[in-house]
């Protein structure tokens, strides 16, 4: 697997509960990347670091795996970096 969909990486790694708040967050601009907002289509690849805002608070995050499935908090670690 090369690429996952912006709004499905996120639900995956336990950032939002569901695909659709996920989408929503894009839309609305609280996903970025490069200083540029993502779309829920866009995809992120291996490597790839990205912020999202929730309130008040920026989390900058960096892709280290990727998978389409929702993962068991333990397992994120291993998938997503939290670099903030």
Not at 13 to 24: E, P
Not at 48 to 68: A, M, N
């Amino acid at each position: 697997m090369a690429e996952v969909r912006v709004d499905k990486y996120l639900w995956a790694m336990r950032i939002y509960k569901t695909r659709s708040i996920a989408a929503d967050a894009c839309k609305n601009g609280r996903i970025a990347m490069n200083g540029v907002q993502l779309k829920p289509s866009r995809t992120f690849k291996v490597g790839d670091t990205f912020t999202v805002r929730k309130g008040p608070i920026t989390y900058t995050y960096r892709v280290l795996q990727l998978t389409e499935n929702r993962l068991g908090a333990k397992l994120v670690p291993e998938y997503l970096r939290d670099c903030t």
